[in-house]
């Protein structure tokens, strides 16, 4: 088992401890990652630290001959990024595989830990699964659930789901391998679609409700970060909480109270606090922090979030 030749291709750091956990038992013969983008992504990094060979595709459905030449028994994805053609799938022994951060057929696609959290879900996990030439549509091999904490944000979580993704990976190939998993198909039924964010994603609607802000707010922190705009300046908000106060004749997104540890704004049906943010031009810090460098911070009563 320990002599089986994998093929690892992937990105961003999600993928790291899967990488590793790879290199420790198994032959890794090769990494494939995005191409370079400024700086090199942590795949790349950690292959070059372990002397494994990089290939860094435009396209891999247009290039993809070397990993046909190097006949791998089995080739492993996560977060690679792009589509892999049937050529590919195909050739391994014991197929490709996926390391996905979803509770598959639910969050196909390329942000499902940072919509998990928007969405207000309460649970996610790590499904493996074959591949197929559909975005995540693969028969399903194992699956993990763990709890979204309320406490969880998308930095917490990323984290949380890249070592079970470890965990379960490693659990994974020697039944593949030992022909012990019969795949299970996915219910098409089920199937929802977590999009990559956009910058249109990422501003506050303060019209909707606190508990909506709130998870946008902590599915957003720390990448790429919610934001809304006060005085045309951009404003990031990092970190909030729930209020309980209730304001029926303000207007979404105004400024209703100052407390010691944050920023009181209107919602649909409340209010929400903002704890920590960053202003235009300056690093993050915690509201109370923002307050206490203003001379007078009641002033900010009655102005409105945009």
Not at 16 to 26: A, G, H, M, T
Not at 41 to 55: G, H
Not at 61 to 79: H, Q, S
Request: proline share 5%; aromatic share 8%; charged share 25%.
């Amino acid at each position: 088992m320990s002599k089986l030749k994998i093929i690892f291709m992937g990105t961003p750091a999600f993928g790291v401890p899967i990488l590793e956990e790879l290199i420790k038992n198994y032959d890794v013969v090769a990494v494939v990652c995005q191409p370079d983008r400024g700086v090199l992504s942590p795949i790349k990094k950690l292959a070059i630290e372990n002397k494994i060979e990089v290939y860094q595709p435009e396209k891999i459905k247009e290039d993809y001959e070397f990993i046909l030449k190097l006949k791998p028994d089995l080739i492993v994805t996560c977060a690679f990024g792009q589509i892999i053609n049937w050529d590919i799938i195909k050739a391994p022994k014991y197929g490709c595989i996926n390391v996905h951060a979803s509770l598959l057929p639910k969050l196909r696609g390329g942000a499902p830990i940072h919509r998990a959290i928007i969405n207000g879900d309460y649970k996610t996990g790590i499904t493996i699964m074959k591949m197929v030439e559909r975005l995540d549509a693969g028969p399903i091999l194992t699956q993990r659930e763990i709890p979204i904490e309320e406490t969880d944000n998308v930095g917490i979580l990323h984290n949380k789901l890249s070592l079970l993704g470890k965990e379960l990976l490693m659990e994974t190939i020697p039944l593949l391998v030992e022909g012990k998993i019969t795949p299970k198909i996915q219910e098409e039924t089920g199937a929802t679609f977590a999009s990559n964010i956009k910058r249109e994603d990422e501003k506050i609607d303060f019209s909707k409700s606190s508990r909506q802000v709130f998870n946008l707010i902590r599915g957003l922190n720390p990448f790429p970060g919610a934001y809304t705009i006060l005085e045309t300046k951009i404003i990031k908000v990092w970190n909030s909480r729930i209020g309980t106060n209730f304001y029926f004749d303000k207007h979404y997104g105004e400024i209703v109270a100052i407390y010691d540890d944050g920023i009181g704004v209107k919602t649909e049906n409340g209010e929400i606090i903002i704890t920590e943010l960053q202003m235009e031009g300056k690093t993050r810090m915690f509201a109370k922090d923002f307050l206490n460098g203003l001379r007078d911070p009641k002033l900010l009563l009655g102005k409105l979030f945009d």
